[in-house]
């Protein structure tokens, strides 16, 4: 995303403490290798840009030229600073930008950033990734390697994916941010930044509607209600059918697919005097929608081509749902000219429950779905204290918080599913015997084996007849039935006797998985329970210094300790409870189990900045970050070994400039040295039911380079572009992947490239009395998918899973001349590429039924906008 600004004069200039604002910085805690190609590369172009005579051009002349970029100012370093003075690789996306890309979540920016990703597919499992490193799996017992803040609050994990309403900007910083944001910081920060009261009286309505049935509509509202006091109000609904057609017959549910989301925020200013402003704010935000849905491409499926959009999924009460709210309070006081302080406190508490289809499929014999819920929340604190004078300034905090959290992951499959898991474990049984007797692989198929599905008479008959070959009791039962083994008469005795025969046969061999076809359509359930409390403290300083109009330096160190108690829990439900020793098929039956365990580390950053002109500026910067190790809520063992923090190092540099009055340059190159990287992989461990996330630690290198380019070509003509260009190095521990075999090759390779370009075009023609622009921006990305170490060898057969994205999108809006009125039309995905999501599941192996996601289609409308 384009961040246009004008630079401002190289020695900071003195200011009051930001009200209501949000931070951003960078850090990085581990010995780094020094690697000189990237940052060769950055050199070159910087110092080749340096010395071009063009740069040296009449400065009163570029002055001159009205078409000079506008000055965006930022809150990253906790200072008020122009966006070209501030070493740290930042993208700001603005209002404006936000209206262009007609973007509502982090998401939808996500395709205009690169090095920054955002889960579309669930709001409250989602999960961000930043130059390539993402958060580890849906467990409350780890940490996001992004940290996520909403108007200076700290954002976990479910709670990340809130609505932009009357958004002023959001600020993306790449790479370790700790010394100033510190919790989770490892890989970066986003800082969504809402808009706070003002004393001007406004409002505003908005109406967006689209194809797939998009229904979006936002109010704002401000008023001053004296001299002290303002209130801001902003309302947002976002409604959207699926794109996808689920055609089971009998599905009960929300829709699989669609999106009702809600948002209201109301914001009081009380500014007692000129010195001191207080603001006290409530959020509420509510999702109740169908989940993502999962497509099947198994043979089992509606389709083994997911580009068909069309599903039949039998998730009995698919949906997502999560009810949040937040109290927030903050106060800024000057003391006087040069310190100024800020106290934050808010509670921000949540529900959420999802329940999705883990199989893709409506056969009742591999029916899987998973449901999570949780019940958190999060007491969250900061005191900072400003000091800013000439060349000077200082930054400095504590930070305190608290998370108590509940969660109830359960795993529900059919009893038609069990049945045809056991079927398979007695056909490896049977089938080993028939081998080691030494019965070759032909008349072993002449028996039925292997056999399909336990409860079909003529499967149930080949098993029982090949049993009766070595167990004389099993004989026994065939003669009582009055049938001979592999006759058509036992096919004919079991369909007649019902559960008969599988009760015998499940009490003589203690295997209590076996029993009959009455208990079809039950449910077999099984919990596990986990419940946490974390506590987290920092302490920060941060300084700046300004030697002289070329030079200056900035450092800063943090020290951060998190604590975590947590706990596992799991307990017998459904039919399983009458039968005992079921339970013990997916997770054995486990009374609670408590952990705890403590983390410190201590972070910092060192920047050298050296201004080549009021309009330019090289910085280098090493800086470290750190999140916190952590438990796998979906594996106990880890109570025992828990999983190790994540320590990063990063070496950076970066040019900034503004050149000619009409192009802005920001470019950086980066090594980023990851160790203890936590990484969640869809594992299945031998004797495993089915395959669940686990964590598991590697070391990475990350090399890259990134730039932010803006060009006002004319009077009525922006062009921008975004680019980000990476290479990585992996060594993970060995694992055992979705299918069930161990991984050791776990040495990876990759590179990838992604990229934005961008057009604004506003001519100076008015038409209709009112203001024309047209916005047009491409989006690519390239996919790296074939150098997972855990790929499943389906994915090879469905080209779109390495189709590289690629998105077109536009907007054209008229203005009214008194600006109150606002018409757009707008397209996203116009070339309607298809690209799918990963590529898995929990039963991918063990029912043979993997799933995927896809990227939305073309998508069209209209919006209109009054501003009161």
């Known amino acids: 995303m384009s961040t246009t600004a004008k630079s401002k004069s190289a020695a900071p200039t003195k200011s009051k403490h930001p009200l209501f604002q949000t931070i951003s910085h960078q850090t990085t805690s581990h010995p780094l290798t020094f690697k000189a190609q990237p940052l060769a590369l950055c050199i070159t172009l910087l110092l080749a840009g340096y010395n071009n005579p063009l ?20 809150t990253a370093q906790k200072r008020v600073q122009n966006v070209m003075d501030v070493p740290v690789a930042i993208d700001s996306i603005s209002a404006t930008d936000l209206k262009e890309t007609s973007s509502v979540l982090l998401g939808d920016i996500a395709d205009y950033t690169p090095g920054f990703k955002f889960s579309k597919d669930a709001v409250v499992q989602a999960s961000a990734t930043m130059r390539g490193i993402s958060s580890s799996n849906i467990s409350t017992g780890g940490d996001p390697s992004v940290a996520i803040f909403f108007d200076d609050f700290y954002l976990p994990r479910a709670a990340q994916s809130v609505m932009f309403s009357d958004m002023q900007r959001i600020e993306i910083l790449k790479g370790p941010q700790g010394t100033l944001f510190g919790k989770n910081a490892a890989a970066g920060v986003v800082n969504m930044i809402p808009n706070a009261p003002s004393q001007e009286d406004e409002a505003f309505l908005k109406a967006t509607v689209s194809n797939y049935a998009l229904r979006r509509y936002e109010a704002m509202a401000n008023t001053a209600l004296s001299d002290e006091f303002a209130l801001r109000l902003n309302l947002m609904s976002n409604q959207r059918d699926s794109f996808l057609n689920n055609v089971y017959p009998d599905y009960q549910g929300e829709e699989l697919g669609n999106t009702d989301h809600q948002a209201a925020r109301l914001a009081a200013l009380w500014q007692p005097s000129s010195a001191t402003k207080v603001q006290l704010s409530y959020d509420w935000d509510d999702v109740n929608q169908g989940y993502a849905p999962s497509i099947g491409v198994s043979p089992f499926a509606y389709s083994t081509n997911p580009l068909d959009r069309t599903i039949e999924n039998d998730v009995i009460d698919g949906h997502e749902r999560r009810d949040m709210s937040a109290l927030s309070l903050k106060i800024t006081h000057d003391f006087n000219d040069d310190w100024s302080g800020k106290l934050i406190s808010s509670k921000r508490q949540w529900e959420v429950s999802g329940r999705d289809d883990s199989d893709g499929t409506a056969d009742k014999t591999r029916y899987l779905d998973t449901i999570n819920f949780e019940d958190s929340d999060i007491f969250y604190n900061e005191l900072q204290i400003n000091y800013q004078k000439e060349r000077f300034s200082y930054v400095g905090g504590v930070t305190y918080s608290t998370e108590n959290v509940y969660q109830k992951t359960s795993l529900n499959i059919m009893a038609d599913t069990v049945a ?96 009959g076809p009455s208990n079809a359509g039950k449910l077999w359930a099984e919990d596990i329970i986990n419940s946490g409390k974390f506590t987290s403290y920092g302490v920060y300083s941060d300084v700046d210094y300004q030697f002289n109009d070329q030079w200056g330096f900035t450092a800063g160190l943090r020290y951060s ?45 060192a920047v050298t900045r050296y201004h080549l002109d009021e309009d330019s500026m090289l910085y280098l910067s090493y800086s470290t970050g750190y999140k916190s190790g952590g438990y796998d809520s979906l594996d106990p063992r880890s109570a025992f070994t828990p999983f190790a923090p994540e320590e990063v190092g990063n070496l950076e540099l970066g040019y900034k400039a503004d050149l000619w009055g009409k192009v802005r340059l920001q470019l950086v190159g980066f090594q980023m040295d990851l160790t203890n990287r936590q990484r969640s992989v869809n594992s299945k461990e031998p004797g495993a039911g089915v395959a669940v996330p686990v964590v598991i630690n590697g070391d990475q290198d990350i090399n890259g380079v990134e730039m932010i380019l803006d060009y006002q070509a004319t009077d009525t003509l922006k062009l921008g572009l975004v680019t980000e260009y990476r290479s990585t190095e992996s060594k993970w521990q060995q694992f055992y992947n979705a299918e069930g075999n161990l991984v050791t090759d776990v040495e990876k390779s990759s590179t990838a490239d992604s990229y934005t370009a961008s057009a604004d075009w506003t001519p100076a023609q008015q038409w209709l009395a009112g203001d024309i622009k047209l916005h047009m921006d491409y989006v690519y990305e390239e996919n790296t998918r074939a150098d997972d170490p855990d790929l499943l060898e389906v994915a090879k057969t469905i080209p779109a899973y390495f189709a590289d994205s690629k998105s077109l999108n536009a907007r054209v809006s008229w203005t009214s001349a008194d600006q109150q009125w606002e018409l757009a039309l707008w397209g996203k995905n116009l070339t309607d590429s298809e690209t799918t999501g990963g590529i898995g599941g929990w039963a991918a192996d063990v029912l043979g039924t993997p799933i995927t996601s896809l990227n939305p289609p073309r998508t069209y409308g209209a919006e209109v906008r009054y501003q009161f």
């Open 55 to 74: 740069l040296a051009q009449d400065k009163t002349e570029t002055a001159a030229k009205d078409q000079a970029i506008e000055t965006i100012t930022v």
């Open 420 to 515: 045809r898991l056991t079927t398979a474990n007695l056909n490896g049984m049977l089938i080993g015997a028939l081998q080691g007797a030494g019965l070759p692989d032909e008349m072993i198929a002449q028996m039925g084996l292997p056999a399909d599905h336990l409860w079909n008479p003529q499967d149930w008959a080949s098993i029982l007849s090949v049993m009766a070959m070595v167990d004389p009791s099993v004989g026994d039962l065939l003669q009582m039935l009055g049938a001979a083994p592999f006759s058509p008469e036992l096919v004919g005795a079991i369909a007649a006797t019902g559960d008969l025969t599988y009760q015998a046969i499940g009490a003589g061999l203690g295997i209590n998985e076996i029993f």
């Open 561 to 605: 300790r998190d604590d975590k108690d947590f706990s596992w829990e799991i307990k017998e439900r459904s039919f399983g409870a009458a039968m005992p020793g079921l339970t013990d098929f997916l997770f054995p039956v486990m009374p609670r189990l408590d952990a705890g365990h403590s983390w410190s580390k201590l972070t910092g950053r």
